[in-house]
């Protein structure tokens, strides 16, 4: 019987005797935080902050300036740090160029979730982290088995260890909500880019 990507995880993690590097991807200090808590008993952690497809840049900004706030609050038994990145708004339009009207979760999602990956695996590579993660499957609106697919595909393209996960299981994404309300973090009421913002909008109108 095929084992399920959280029973993957489990396994994994059950493996390591000391803390290694991680390269964890961050989409928010909302959905990072428990994955930020669990994972830190076994990692240090560098929080990777790239989301080229949030629109606007002062929406991006202002969830960079939560994510910074979080890690700068957490306690944890091993370290944590934060690597900055470029806002690459362009570029994620470059890529989603032809996919702009796909509804949530379609080929415009796969694309933007393989763009922020393979920018962590790069870096995971380059600075010579044991593994590479992403904070993406705590979402219930995710899915986990494509995140997990372009994760394994990545690893082996750049010789890094993927973290295999399901974040959202044994409460998860209920975890990540108390924690958000524990440390008052800003919650998004829409994924990121300009589409979803515009799908968000139009959905209010409808309910009016």
Not at 16 to 32: D, F, G, Q, V, W
Not at 133 to 143: D, E, I, R
Not at 170 to 197: A, D, F, H, M
Request: proline share 4%; aromatic share 14%; glycine share 2%.
């Amino acid at each position: 019987m095929t084992k399920s990507n959280y029973e993957l995880c489990k396994e994994e993690l059950s493996k390591i005797t000391y803390p290694k590097e991680l390269l964890l991807h961050s989409c928010c200090a909302p959905c990072s935080s428990h994955v930020i808590t669990y994972l830190s008993k076994y990692f240090n952690i560098t929080v990777l902050y790239y989301n080229p497809n949030i629109y606007p840049e002062e929406e991006y900004l202002k969830r960079k300036e939560e994510q910074i706030r979080l890690i700068n609050n957490l306690k944890s038994p091993n370290k944590i740090t934060y690597l900055d990145c470029e806002y690459e708004n362009d570029l994620y339009e470059s890529k989603i160029k032809g996919y702009e009207t796909c509804q949530e979760r379609g080929p415009r999602c796969t694309i933007c979730y393989n763009l922020r990956l393979e920018k962590t695996a790069m870096l995971a590579e380059k600075y010579n982290f044991d593994y590479f993660c992403t904070t993406l499957s705590v979402s219930p609106y995710k899915n986990a088995s494509l995140i997990n697919e372009l994760g394994f595909a990545l690893a082996n393209k750049y010789n890094v260890k993927w973290l295999p996960s399901d974040f959202k299981k044994e409460n998860g994404y209920k975890k990540s909500i108390e924690l958000s309300k524990k440390y008052n973090l800003y919650r998004q009421n829409y994924c990121g880019c300009i589409y979803s913002k515009r799908a968000e909008e139009e959905k209010k109108e409808k309910d009016l």
